[in-house]
């Protein structure tokens, strides 16, 4: 798949994913495999309760623009799209009797509880299962996951029900292994051991709620067990995974980013000093670059991507820049010298795979922010030229921790039936995910990357314009050919 990500940094998008496929004269394949061996009886669930039944055809395109439509039909590739999530008419299980397993993996995001929720009424009220039939929550991710015997717990709607409002998850999410780059031999264990827990305990459905990593795992454990339906709802605030137009828990991560930002703007501005917020973010800067616009208060932006396109000396002058930058914000109100700067926790890392240097000393994932405040207190000055004192704020366990807003709870309520819908209908290895405006089913084999902010798009400049930051050296315009012309998230786009 082009465009894979690697630990070493490199950051995809789906559009350019297309474009490789279509440099290569290549299809996109988002075909979502079915149990085996499959059988299919009618669904006694009418679709005056479920809804119209989507055909097996169904089909949403993945991409709205015309002219990549219009290139794949040219060169007579398939336009490429997803099948439509959706009810079936025709199931694979008997939705009466069937064992499901739910399992929340990975990092907290506002809403985990209500997926659960969804998911265990779906089965629970909607396809009406009886005393044979279970949902069962998994205790301690896919640690718990291995040993089902003592990590399993039934659960019933009632009892859910009183999880809605509470943040995290009642299940818990903890790390099967502490590296964060588990070599094969431990995924193959892992998947070995899972799948025999499985077995053991006749679950027919998985439902794994977890990032791009969690989902890795789904899928491995999906074709070690073809018989059994494997279904994931992507989970990240950060909303960095691909092929999900804007995961659950981003939309109350961001509203919540945004209040602690503005409360902290209120801190920085009486006490006459530099705030450095760090909000979530290890490979891309969505939530900080959207709270920073919502907020309309913050002075300068900090993310990955936009280190990730300039060698170390570039990355050092950038900086020095925005410390300049910085110092002429807080001289132009001598009596209110203050500022507010908003970093994605993965900048230090980005930084420190280029090996960029600040004040005097190699950055690293986990000294950047210090080193910051010692460049900031070392060269920004105010009116008088007294050395500026800055604090910093690290909320990010606060936001991640939340109940999930309006907005999310809904969206999380359709994820989980929609989960629901098609596990039960026979089919297994995928995603629900909302791409666009429609649900469609992703395949799971199409989670081999992470995308992030095109810092030559039109959503980047906005945040630029807002904040008046001066720009880096890769958010300038390159040259393009002239029979192709710029779109958003390209350079020159916007």
Not at 99 to 126: E, F, M, Q, W
Not at 377 to 402: L, T
Not at 410 to 435: H, K, P
Request: glycine share 8%; proline share 5%; aromatic share 8%.
């Amino acid at each position: 798949m082009p465009g894979r990500y690697t630990k070493a940094g490199l950051i995809t998008s789906e559009r350019s994913i297309l474009d490789a496929l279509l440099d290569s004269n290549q299809a996109l394949c988002t075909d979502v495999p079915m149990i085996d061996p499959r059988t299919e009886a009618p669904n006694p669930i009418g679709e005056q309760i479920l809804g119209l039944y989507r055909s097996p055809t169904a089909r949403k395109a993945v991409i709205a623009d015309i002219e990549t439509l219009a290139a794949f039909e040219a060169k007579r590739i398939a336009i490429p799209s997803f099948v439509e999530a959706g009810p079936r008419a025709g199931l694979s299980y008997n939705p009466h009797r069937v064992r499901a397993a739910i399992v929340t993996t990975g990092g907290l995001a506002p809403g985990l509880n209500c997926v659960i929720h969804s998911i265990v009424k779906r089965h629970c009220n909607t396809y009406s299962l009886d005393f044979q039939g279970k949902v069962f929550g998994v205790y301690n991710s896919f640690k718990g996951l291995v040993n089902l015997a003592h990590n399993l717990v039934e659960l019933t709607p009632h009892e859910t029900e009183d999880w809605l409002d509470q943040g995290g998850s009642k299940l818990g999410s903890v790390r099967y292994y502490h590296d964060d780059t588990p070599d094969e031999q431990t995924k193959e264990t892992m998947v070995r051991l899972i799948s025999a827990s499985l077995r053991n305990n006749q679950i027919d459905i998985l439902y794994v709620i977890g990032g791009d990593g969690s989902l890795d795992m789904a899928h491995r454990i999906a074709d070690a067990n073809p018989s059994l339906s494997i279904a994931g709802i992507p989970k990240t605030m950060d909303n960095d995974i691909l092929w999900v137009w804007q995961s659950f828990g981003f939309n109350t991560a961001v509203e919540q980013a945004t209040r602690v930002i503005n409360t902290l703007r209120g801190e920085a501005e009486s006490t006459r000093r530099i705030c450095i917020v760090e909000l979530f973010g290890a490979e891309s800067g969505f939530v900080a670059a959207n709270a920073a616009l919502a907020s309309g208060h913050v002075d300068l932006v900090l993310i990955p991507e936009v280190f990730r396109l300039l060698n170390a000396e570039q990355a050092q002058d950038y900086l020095h820049a925005a410390l300049n930058y910085l110092e002429r914000k807080v001289q132009s109100e001598p009596h209110d010298p203050h500022a507010v700067v908003v970093v994605a926790e993965g900048v230090g890392k980005a930084l420190g795979e280029i090996g960029a240097v600040l004040s005097g000393a190699q950055v690293t994932k986990d000294n950047f922010t210090g080193l910051l405040k010692k460049a900031m207190r070392d060269h920004v000055k105010d009116a008088y030229g007294e050395a500026m004192e800055v604090f910093e704020n690290q909320p990010r366990h606060y936001i991640r921790a939340v109940p999930a807003n309006s907005h999310d709870q809904i969206y999380c309520e359709r994820l989980g039936a929609l989960a629901v819908d098609n596990a039960l209908a026979g089919y297994t290895n995928f995603m629900v995910s909302q791409w666009l405006t429609e649900f469609v089913l992703v395949p799971l084999r199409l989670m081999t990357g992470q995308k992030g902010i095109p810092v030559n798009g039109m959503f980047w400049k906005q945040v630029v314009s807002s904040t008046g930051q001066p720009l880096s050296p890769g958010e300038y315009p390159v040259a393009r050919r002239a029979d192709k012309p710029p779109r958003d998230g390209e350079a020159g786009a916007g």
